[in-house]
């Protein structure tokens, strides 16, 4: 009789444990918050390479390009993240000093908005498509609101410049701030990959740290395709990098494959993770980003397609935000998407829409 008493109070027991385990292992699902994808409304359609940013409780996305309306780099706000409309532009015009560098400049490309000692500031890129002769320059304004009496965007001019001889690009500008505050500006596009300088107080290139960072390029494959004539080979496509800083790490979020082509665009989202702001970058796998390394984070469905040119808003009262853009699977028309990222495991989890 005690060794059956015994014998059932161990089974129960093992049951009770056994139980215990699996709520333990469905809480731990259950605090995974699956991403939510919002569905946008408005004057969402033809934004690019959109970057967002938050004043009181206004969302402000500044994308490439000319403006519907004219100008340069529309903005679109939005009171819930869902309904959407314009409400004015960056520049009335490309300023003169970009026109007598590069002659050819048509838009102005790749808005970086954050908020920076007291100022919002906008690096932006100009350049020709296919070509390394390319500018970042900065912006700054007081204000996000179109209805202040402080608003007015202020041309700084010229951060950095990329030539012909120069193994990089100087598009697709990225701002972070390191663990002591201090500046960077991360960019880049195709040629060796995603570059880093150092920045000065003032937003400027450092003074005293002119190395160039080297953060993450593509690996060539064996059955490299040639080059499409007058561009660098489609095989080194890597752009819009995109860090943020969460937990003990910065993640460095990029393009790869290749965008604005419609129907034949084939961007998608990767990730890698570092402890310092400039690197190493390594995936999921270990694998270093400079190597070629990179975890999948957005890729195309049925209908959506080359969903990239993402920017990210880390909002301490609320989700975190990823933004990009993604081509309409039947028009091959670009429109703005907009995912809560999930991080567990330490690592991002976003969602493209299936509307």
Request: glycine content about 10%.
């Amino acid at each position: 009789m005690t060794l059956t008493v015994s014998f059932s109070v161990f089974m129960h027991v093992r049951v009770v444990l056994l139980w215990m385990a699996f709520a333990l292992m469905l809480a731990g699902q259950s605090s995974a918050q699956a991403p939510h994808v919002y569905s946008l409304s408005g004057d969402v359609a033809g934004t690019h390479d959109p970057s967002i940013m938050k004043e009181g409780n206004t969302w402000y996305v500044f994308a490439t390009g000319k403006a519907p309306g004219g100008g340069q780099f529309a903005v679109r706000c939005s009171n819930d993240l869902e309904h959407w409309k314009l409400c004015g532009h960056v520049f009335d015009e490309i300023p003169t000093w970009i026109h007598e560098r590069s002659p050819g400049t048509k838009d102005l490309w790749a808005p970086d908005v954050s908020y920076v000692n007291h100022e919002y500031r906008l690096y932006y890129a100009y350049s020709l498509f296919g070509k390394n002769t390319s500018g970042i320059a900065l912006a700054v304004n007081k204000t996000l609101d179109f209805a202040s009496p402080d608003y007015k965007w202020i041309d700084k001019g010229l951060v950095l410049e990329s030539k012909t001889e120069d193994n990089f690009n100087a598009i697709d500008p990225n701002f972070i701030a390191d663990k002591k505050g201090n500046g960077w500006l991360c960019f880049g596009s195709f040629w060796d990959g995603i570059k880093m300088r150092r920045l000065d107080a003032d937003g400027m290139l450092s003074k005293s740290d002119p190395k160039l960072y080297s953060l993450a390029r593509r690996a060539k494959p064996e059955d490299a395709a040639p080059a499409p004539p007058n561009l660098p080979p489609n095989w080194q496509a890597i752009e819009a990098p995109f860090i943020v800083r969460h937990g003990d790490y910065f993640y460095l979020f990029t393009s790869w494959d290749l965008c604005c082509r419609g129907l034949k665009s084939t961007y998608k989202t990767m990730v890698g993770r570092a402890k310092e702001v400039n690197g190493p970058y390594v995936d999921e796998t270990g694998k270093s980003l400079a190597d070629g390394g990179g975890s999948e984070l957005l890729t195309a469905n049925s209908r959506w397609l080359g969903p990239g040119g993402e920017s990210l808003l880390m909002d301490p009262k609320g989700p975190d935000l990823i933004v990009f853009h993604a081509y309409d699977a039947t028009t091959g028309k670009p429109s703005m998407q907009i995912s809560t990222i999930d991080w567990t495991g330490g690592w991002p989890h976003a969602a493209l829409g299936t509307q």
